[in-house]
């Protein structure tokens, strides 16, 4: 148990569909994070919030949308999502804002997407 | 930009062998350093940090990791493999003050 929830844990949606994925964290953290997991990739930041307000993101296409209501849940909101968007999607919080941080994150245990 | 590069995708040791796994790091200045484990079906544990200070990092689980700035090297060693150490391990550099940049991971199998 590291403190941070994914649901759902596993994923299967059609390319028109609209689904959410969500994330709290029970750790007290300021910062945010999705990540992409892909096969045979390194992991790809995707967004990072910090104190609610998005301070990163790396070029994801508009067809993920994120949303980070309080600094304990964060969304990644999905539609008209393409095959190669099948991928685990993690979440994690890191204590640190204002770029002044360490860096160590944790994790939830992802959201395995199926893209059909 | 903050890189790391993982140069084994996969290593198979003994159980009960030593271990150690390549991490080489990209960076300008004094890098803060990770390595992550992940087992099948789960998100990344920590298992050890760099920031400052002594060159050997001690980790959990026996782990522990070397910094060598004259190599741009952060290598993750453990002298006695268990079976249950085998999963996927990431190294990682802080990118931007805040995220990490991974490397591609290396998958460890311990055979029996």
């Known amino acids: 148990e590291t403190g941070v929830t994914q649901t759902p844990r596993h994923l299967v949606m059609g390319m028109t569909n609209k689904k959410s994925l969500k994330c709290e964290q029970h750790l007290g953290h300021n910062a945010m994070y999705w990540y992409k997991q892909s096969a045979k990739k390194p992991l790809e930041l995707m967004f990072v919030?910090?104190?609610?307000?998005?301070?990163e993101n790396n070029s994801v296409p508009s067809r993920f949308s994120p949303e980070c209501p309080n600094s304990s849940h964060l969304f990644l909101h999905l539609h008209t999502l393409q095959p190669e968007d099948s991928a685990l999607y993690l979440c994690?919080?890191?204590?640190?804002?204002?770029?002044?941080?360490?860096?160590?994150?944790?994790f939830g245990e992802g959201s395995r997407l199926t893209v059909l | 930009a903050q890189s790391v590069t993982q140069p084994d995708i996969h290593i198979t040791v003994s159980e009960g062998a030593s271990l150690e796994l390549r991490c080489n790091y990209s960076y300008g200045a004094t890098p803060y350093l990770f390595w992550y484990v992940q087992s099948p079906g789960q998100g990344l544990q920590l298992l050890l940090k760099y920031f400052s200070g002594d060159t050997l990092v001690q980790g959990i689980k026996g782990f522990e990791a070397e910094f060598k700035r004259s190599q741009s090297s952060f290598n993750l060693r453990k002298p006695s493999v268990h079976w249950s150490d085998a999963a996927e391990y990431f190294c990682a550099v802080v990118y931007s003050g805040y995220a990490l940049n991974f490397g591609k991971g290396t998958s460890l199998l311990v055979t029996p």
């Open positions: 919030y910090s104190l609610e307000e998005r301070v």
């Open positions: 994690a919080s890191s204590q640190e804002t204002s770029g002044s941080g360490t860096g160590e994150l944790f």
